[in-house]
């Protein structure tokens, strides 16, 4: 039988901390909304830029938002931006180059903007051309700041009528999840899931609010658990992933499915859903179902991704790895940096 207290000796970099203290972070976030001036009210649209822990930032609010919010991974931003776009850039570090370079494009085309980050460039370039920032605490990894980066702007655009959910709900709920997962609780869910995910590739499928939730779920996995995962979006899958299936036991023999659903999913997709697993289960390929828990679509969304976190917390563990380094990374910043 596993002893999960003699694993977490592997967590040097105490995860296991960030993660636990979610809720709470979510609360601290939500007071920092108000750094977010009302002057920025009046746009059309928005564009989040951002890379990796911070991008997700912006995947997340496009689902929820009631105007359109577009996240841009570039250096480059879509010609339609103007003034009547909200132009936000997540930096953690302040020093991601891909998104300096986004912003300062797009301060040139519309002054309504804002920034979140610990400080850096980022931070330097606001208080050039006098743009609100959001200060982050720092010391913490960025993907594991993502109620920093995520809740100052759901809080705003609740406040400002532009956002479908309550965000204010979300850390209670998260609270009573956060015991389920502790390592010393039993009947673990998170553990019993990281468990069946050992030694396999995890394929996260969502669709709709939980798209981005499953992508998260991918990331974690490979920042986290230092392993291959992968991930695709309902109804999108059906037209071309599924036919993969057919070879699947043969070239994807440690393929295992997890498909995140809400209550709030489309009754359409339920029954691709359904399909699916009997498509699955006739070809001898395994899957998981993970349910949401809440009272609205945000909530639930939310709670997948923060039990996400957990499960790629254990998986690290049984991997016999610290879930916080991520070498390959820094080695690529290196390497760009030299050049």
Not at 39 to 64: C, E, P, T, W, Y
Not at 303 to 316: E, H, M, Q, T
Not at 322 to 329: A, E, N, S
Request: glycine fraction near 8%; charged fraction near 20%; proline fraction near 6%.
């Amino acid at each position: 039988m596993l002893n999960w207290q003699d694993l977490l000796a592997l967590d040097e970099g105490k995860m296991l901390w960030a993660l636990r203290d979610f809720p709470e972070q979510i609360e601290r976030a939500l007071g920092l909304a108000c750094r977010v001036p009302n002057s920025v009210q009046g746009f059309k649209n928005a564009v989040v830029l951002g890379m990796g822990g911070s991008a997700i930032a912006g995947d997340l609010l496009a689902r929820f938002a009631t105007v359109p919010v577009v996240t841009v991974r570039d250096y480059a931003l879509p010609g339609w931006v103007n003034a009547d776009t909200l132009l936000v850039a997540i930096s953690y570090s302040g020093e991601t180059e891909e998104t300096l370079s986004a912003f300062r494009e797009g301060l040139r085309r519309t002054r309504r903007a804002v920034a979140l980050t610990t400080g850096g460039a980022l931070a330097a370039l606001c208080e050039e051309w006098e743009i609100p920032w959001v200060p982050v605490p720092p010391g913490f990894q960025p993907r594991a700041a993502l109620a920093f980066l995520l809740f100052p702007l759901l809080g705003c655009f609740s406040r400002l009528g532009h956002l479908q959910g309550n965000p204010f709900a979300v850390a209670p709920l998260l609270r009573r999840l956060r015991e389920a997962c502790l390592p010393d609780h039993n009947e673990n869910a998170a553990q019993t899931l990281a468990q069946a995910l050992f030694q396999k590739v995890p394929v996260i499928y969502g669709a709709g609010i939980t798209g981005p939730v499953a992508y998260r779920w991918k990331t974690q996995i490979n920042e986290n658990a230092k392993q291959p995962a992968y991930w695709a979006e309902l109804p999108e899958l059906c037209h071309n992933e599924i036919v993969g299936y057919e070879l699947a036991t043969k070239v994807f023999a440690q393929g295992i499915v997890i498909f995140l659903r809400t209550s709030f999913d489309h009754p359409r997709v339920a029954k691709r859903v359904e399909i699916l697993k009997e498509v699955l289960s006739s070809r001898g390929l395994a899957f998981f179902e993970v349910w949401g828990e809440g009272e609205d679509a945000l909530s639930q969304a939310l709670w997948l991704l923060y039990f996400g976190d957990w499960v790629s917390f254990y998986l690290a563990l049984l991997n016999g790895v610290d879930p916080t380094p991520v070498r390959p990374i820094q080695e690529l910043k290196r390497r760009l940096k030299e050049l």
